[in-house]
């Protein structure tokens, strides 16, 4: 073995044996962008096997203060492809596996199925709930993290521990977004760290594991809070599961959420135009016996009118997030 690893291989925590085990390790990260530059980075550094790496976008240059895994060069190269080359240049003897593709409710079980440790680097609501149910069907630890503006946080779950669903069962009533609310580097870049720092813990199998904790970060004020959540129960109901448009069945109520401004094409043919607030006007009759799917582009809004329906006695839900 090279030097590349003495540092951290002296220390009683790893040794030889869990370099070894670091490198048998396969790990799968949803999202190359500002919490995904740093995972990958420490993942890699580290000594990681395998790295499966997935997201569907391109390198913009508003990416370049919080993502420096890229180059002004790499302006609109497919962040997979561009962040492969980046890790292969870093540390060649870690393999990466770039799939330039979106996560979503058909495919994400065959690729939790590929690794042993996934990290949820998307930053996107709809994901994390996606991935927290494949990863608690497939017994897998999943390392999520969040940021908007200054403040975010970090957490494991599943794999034996409680699943996402079990700390947070309803999505929030709204949520922004990097381009809306703005983030620092920095901030974003501590939280990256924290889950590769889990990651690494959950890959060695030291104790305390990092499962079911939570650990918050206000970067205004430079502090850390968080909570244990190890006992959490699995919630028994009003959980709705997402799904992806193949997943649709002939008898399905769809209903759009979006407007035509925001979607002139609506989810499928024959949806229904609703708002949120308009959901109450779906017939209980119509939906006896069929399962409604409610569509919108991050899953908050048709998560809302899936509760408002819950509520009136509609026990078939599914979400679509389509942005």
């Known amino acids: ?24 390790t396969s790990i799968l990260v949803v999202g190359a962008g500002g919490l995904g530059c740093p995972v990958l980075s420490y993942l890699a550094g580290a000594g990681i096997g395998r790295l499966l790496l997935v997201d569907p976008d391109r390198v913009e240059e508003s990416n370049l203060h919080r993502q420096p895994l890229y180059r ?7 962040k997979v492809e561009a962040a492969a080359e980046a890790l292969a240049a870093y540390n060649p003897g870690v393999e990466v596996e770039a799939l330039a593709l979106r996560l979503a409710p058909d495919n994400v079980a065959g690729l939790v199925a590929r690794a042993g440790i996934v990290v949820d680097a998307a930053d996107s609501f709809a994901a994390t709930y996606v991935l927290s149910d494949a990863c608690h069907d497939a017994g897998k630890p999943l390392v999520s993290a969040s940021i908007v503006g200054l403040a975010g946080y ?25 381009a809306t609310a703005g983030v620092l580097g920095p901030a974003v870049g501590t939280l990256g760290l924290l ?3 889990m990651a690494v813990l959950l890959a060695l199998g030291l104790e ?22 190890a006992g959490a129960q699995e919630p028994l109901a009003g959980s709705f599961p997402f799904i ?32 949120v ?3 109450d006007r779906l017939s209980l009759d119509e939906t006896d016996g069929r399962r409604v799917v409610l569509c919108c582009r991050t899953g908050i809004r048709a998560a809302r009118a899936a509760s408002r329906l ?6 078939d839900l599914a979400l679509m997030a389509l942005g």
Request: proline content about 8%; hydrophobic content about 45%.
């Open 154 to 178: 970090v957490g494991a779950f599943c794999g034996g521990g409680p699943s996402y669903r079990a700390v947070f069962p309803e999505m929030p009533a709204r949520a922004g977004d990097c």
């Open 277 to 279: 607030d308009e959901i």
């Open 310 to 315: 819950a509520a009136r006695g509609v026990t």
């Open 72 to 78: 002004m060069g790499d302006v609109g190269r497919l």
């Open 1 to 24: 073995m090279s030097d590349r690893y003495a540092r951290q291989i002296v220390l009683p925590e790893v040794g030889p044996g869990g370099q070894a085990r670091l490198a048998r």
């Open 244 to 275: 992806a448009p193949s997943q649709l069945l002939a008898g399905d109520i769809v209903v759009e959420l979006r407007g035509l401004e925001e979607a002139p094409v609506a989810a499928a043919p024959d949806a229904i135009r609703l708002t």
């Open 208 to 229: 305390p594991s990092p499962l079911g904790r939570v650990i918050s970060f206000d970067a205004r004020r430079l502090g850390f809070g968080g909570f244990s959540f």
């Open 195 to 197: 889950q590769a720092q």
